[in-house]
């Protein structure tokens, strides 16, 4: 089987790199996608002119890179109470949409919303709104055909528990809508097997990283406490074949857990 | 010494109703948390003006509290600062109209991207706050920041507060004793509090009074915290609590003392 495993730019810690050459970097070391972190100061979707996408996009299809986009999460809330805040949230992930329609990218990750103290002592009108603000998102991506993947969140101040994330996806009700299954998420939810039970149906997206128990660390896998061969055999009885994203905080890393996610898979 | 409220005590109720309640049970002020749908930033000017002829009529004084959840000073973002600037610049307005004496801000976060870029990081969250204070200082508003204890905080001690001030000279404080409390400092020298401009205290239950769910258990210690504090400065008491009963608790916890 052919199975689709890239690294996100995370493995750059910089972020001060060049995307062609970050294509072109990851293509030579034997990975078939990548996924780009949205997030400024380089990475401003709506900062990224015309040229490079387009100089992106021929790369990517030259060298047979699949690309995947993760919107920006820092200071985005598009489940907000605050107007202003919400309204920018949602643009910038439209921005990402339009982005991933230009470069040809076939999923974009983004992160359902933020939980403070006015989400907690008002959740469900919480809720309403964050609806309110997906749809707007969800119709750009089924207009450009693109896949949203909400990710798996763990943090009390994230809205992205897999019961939270499915009631979305049964209330939104689009073919666009997936999840993003992230492992160290999952551990700190506590047991990736059974959370990944929960919302396999609609994985899209899988973020693979290690870390030890209780942390949220981007090791490389064996180097923390996941239980990575019964975690991927489910993955793989399950039909899913990738994308298997390598979030890292290397480069080495990423390439170490390539081969030992091949040898898994196996 | 003065002792006041935070309107957060009634999130789901009206300002007015905090009022009532602030008067009746012998507080000198409502500290208005500004957070939607509790307190709405886009309300027009007869709402606030209302607002201030009860609060004067009730013998109350009024000063706003900008929780900033989202909003960033400290962001190399220029789109996600220009929001959080025009955020206080409206709150300014607000508190102008409302005759209010005080704005307490949080001064900024620190997430992965400015942590890779800390000059440019400090240097906008500077230029950021010295036109803030400036709006503030037009207006007759003391501008306060306010101590968080989260990692990613640009204020979250004294030390911080000290640095600050190099920078902004005549910046105050709002010192929350529960998120220093939070930081669990070992062998912290509270004497420091001597050498910054606090304006007044914020008390209410561990680790944050703006967060749920908290931690009771940890409420005595964080009152003998403050106590220790005021041993060294006593300014005006802000209790902030989403709970009518801890509030009055904390409150007679303190008389008791």
Same mark, same amino acid.
């Given at each position: 089987m052919n199975y689709i495993i890239g690294v996100s730019t995370s493995v750059f810690p910089s972020l001060d790199i060049d995307l062609l050459e970050v294509i072109e970097k990851i293509f030579m070391h034997g990975f078939n996608s990548v996924e780009i972190i949205c997030s400024y100061p380089k990475f401003k979707p709506s900062q990224i002119d015309k040229n490079l996408r387009e100089r992106i996009r021929k790369l990517a299809a030259q060298l047979n890179i699949k690309l995947l986009l993760h919107a920006p999460f820092y200071s985005i809330n598009i489940a907000d109470h605050n107007r202003e805040i919400r309204e920018f949230s949602v643009r910038e992930i439209i921005d990402t949409i339009i982005l991933g329609h230009d470069i040809e990218a076939s999923i974009v990750t983004v992160h359902a919303g933020l939980c403070f103290l006015p989400c907690k002592l008002m959740y469900r009108e919480t809720m309403r709104i964050l609806m309110d603000s997906l749809s707007l998102i969800?119709? /750009?991506?089924?207009?450009? *055909?693109?896949?949203?993947? !909400?990710?798996?969140?763990?943090?009390?101040? *994230? &809205?992205?528990?897999?019961?939270?994330?499915?009631? &979305?996806?049964?209330?939104?009700?689009?073919?666009?809508? %997936?999840? /993003?299954?992230? /492992?160290?998420?999952?551990?700190?939810?506590? *047991?990736? #097997?059974?959370?990944?039970?929960?919302?396999?149906?609609?994985?899209?997206?899988?973020?693979?990283? *290690?870390?030890?128990?209780? =942390?949220? @660390? =981007? !090791?490389?896998? %064996?180097?923390?406490?996941? %239980?990575?061969?019964?975690?991927? /055999?489910?993955?793989? +009885? +399950?039909?899913?074949? %990738?994308?298997?994203?390598?979030? =890292? +905080? +290397?480069? @080495?890393?990423?390439?170490?857990?390539?081969?030992? #996610?091949?040898?898994?898979?196996? | 010494m003065r002792v006041g409220i935070s309107s957060l005590v009634a999130f789901k109720e009206d300002i007015e109703n905090v009022m009532f309640f602030a008067q009746n049970n012998g507080f000198s002020h409502v500290n208005i948390f500004v957070s939607e749908p509790h307190f709405s930033l886009f309300k027009d000017r007869t709402y606030f003006k209302q607002l201030r002829r009860l609060a004067q009529n009730l013998g109350l004084l009024i000063s706003l509290k900008a929780p900033a959840f989202t909003q960033n000073l400290s962001s190399i973002d220029n789109d996600i600062g220009r929001i959080a600037v025009k955020y206080y610049e409206r709150i300014i307005n607000i508190a102008s109209i409302l005759d209010s004496d005080k704005v307490i801000i949080r001064a900024g976060m620190v997430f992965y991207p400015e942590k890779l870029h800390p000059k440019e990081t400090f240097q906008v969250t500077i230029s950021r706050l010295i036109h803030i204070l400036e709006k503030a200082k037009d207006n007759g508003i003391k501008l306060l920041i306010e101590n968080y204890p989260y990692d990613f905080d640009m204020i979250r001690d004294i030390d911080d507060m000290l640095l600050i001030k190099k920078y902004l000279r005549k910046i105050a404080f709002a010192f929350n004793i529960p998120h220093l409390f939070a930081l669990k400092r070992k062998n912290f020298d509270i004497n420091k509090i001597n050498y910054v401009d606090v304006d007044c205290f914020i008390m209410g239950p561990p680790p944050s009074p703006y967060h749920v769910p908290y931690n009771i258990r940890e409420l005595e210690n964080v009152i003998a915290l403050y106590y220790d504090v005021v041993k060294i400065r006593r300014k005006e008491l802000i209790l902030a609590s989403v709970r009518k009963d801890l509030i009055l608790r904390i409150k007679s916890l303190i008389s008791e003392k």
């Amino acid at each position: 089987m052919n199975y689709i495993i890239g690294v996100s730019t995370s493995v750059f810690p910089s972020l001060d790199i060049d995307l062609l050459e970050v294509i072109e970097k990851i293509f030579m070391h034997g990975f078939n996608s990548v996924e780009i972190i949205c997030s400024y100061p380089k990475f401003k979707p709506s900062q990224i002119d015309k040229n490079l996408r387009e100089r992106i996009r021929k790369l990517a299809a030259q060298l047979n890179i699949k690309l995947l986009l993760h919107a920006p999460f820092y200071s985005i809330n598009i489940a907000d109470h605050n107007r202003e805040i919400r309204e920018f949230s949602v643009r910038e992930i439209i921005d990402t949409i339009i982005l991933g329609h230009d470069i040809e990218a076939s999923i974009v990750t983004v992160h359902a919303g933020l939980c403070f103290l006015p989400c907690k002592l008002m959740y469900r009108e919480t809720m309403r709104i964050l609806m309110d603000s997906l749809s707007l998102i969800v119709e /750009t991506a089924e207009n450009v *055909d693109i896949k949203l993947a !909400l990710e798996i969140r763990a943090s009390e101040f *994230d &809205i992205g528990k897999p019961l939270e994330l499915l009631y &979305i996806i049964s209330e939104i009700n689009s073919k666009h809508l %997936g999840i /993003t299954f992230d /492992t160290v998420q999952a551990q700190l939810l506590g *047991d990736p #097997i059974k959370v990944y039970s929960l919302v396999k149906k609609y994985c899209l997206n899988i973020h693979v990283r *290690d870390s030890r128990k209780g =942390m949220e @660390e =981007m !090791l490389a896998i %064996g180097e923390g406490d996941i %239980g990575f061969s019964s975690l991927l /055999t489910e993955m793989k +009885n +399950n039909g899913f074949n %990738g994308p298997f994203i390598l979030e =890292m +905080n +290397n480069l @080495e890393r990423a390439i170490k857990s390539k081969k030992e #996610i091949l040898k898994l898979l196996s | 010494m003065r002792v006041g409220i935070s309107s957060l005590v009634a999130f789901k109720e009206d300002i007015e109703n905090v009022m009532f309640f602030a008067q009746n049970n012998g507080f000198s002020h409502v500290n208005i948390f500004v957070s939607e749908p509790h307190f709405s930033l886009f309300k027009d000017r007869t709402y606030f003006k209302q607002l201030r002829r009860l609060a004067q009529n009730l013998g109350l004084l009024i000063s706003l509290k900008a929780p900033a959840f989202t909003q960033n000073l400290s962001s190399i973002d220029n789109d996600i600062g220009r929001i959080a600037v025009k955020y206080y610049e409206r709150i300014i307005n607000i508190a102008s109209i409302l005759d209010s004496d005080k704005v307490i801000i949080r001064a900024g976060m620190v997430f992965y991207p400015e942590k890779l870029h800390p000059k440019e990081t400090f240097q906008v969250t500077i230029s950021r706050l010295i036109h803030i204070l400036e709006k503030a200082k037009d207006n007759g508003i003391k501008l306060l920041i306010e101590n968080y204890p989260y990692d990613f905080d640009m204020i979250r001690d004294i030390d911080d507060m000290l640095l600050i001030k190099k920078y902004l000279r005549k910046i105050a404080f709002a010192f929350n004793i529960p998120h220093l409390f939070a930081l669990k400092r070992k062998n912290f020298d509270i004497n420091k509090i001597n050498y910054v401009d606090v304006d007044c205290f914020i008390m209410g239950p561990p680790p944050s009074p703006y967060h749920v769910p908290y931690n009771i258990r940890e409420l005595e210690n964080v009152i003998a915290l403050y106590y220790d504090v005021v041993k060294i400065r006593r300014k005006e008491l802000i209790l902030a609590s989403v709970r009518k009963d801890l509030i009055l608790r904390i409150k007679s916890l303190i008389s008791e003392k």
